[in-house]
């Protein structure tokens, strides 16, 4: 299904971000943001910045929504 979208996104909450999984679904490469709650740790969102990626939590408006990182 990644393969074949314009975009991807991951939804999850913040307690699960970070953590290790018996499976992984996909690289941080192939995504184009993440959607979680505003519970998500500064590390987390730095590590997303670095990848590019956006971030839409709880706390983001949709107004200021901007590519992080570039």
Do not use: Y
């Not at 393969?3 to 996104?9: I, L, V, Y």
């Not at 991951?10 to 959607?35: F, H, M, N, Q, Y």
Request: proline share 1%; charged share 25%; glycine share 10%.
């Amino acid at each position: 299904m990644i393969a074949n979208a314009t975009r991807a996104f991951v939804v999850a909450g913040s307690e699960k971000i970070g953590k290790k999984a018996l499976r992984s679904v996909c690289a941080l490469t192939d995504l184009a943001g993440v959607i979680t709650d505003s519970g998500i740790e500064q590390p987390m969102v730095q590590r997303f910045e670095d990848a590019g990626l956006l971030l839409f939590s709880r706390q983001t408006r949709l107004d200021t929504v901007a590519r992080i990182g570039g």
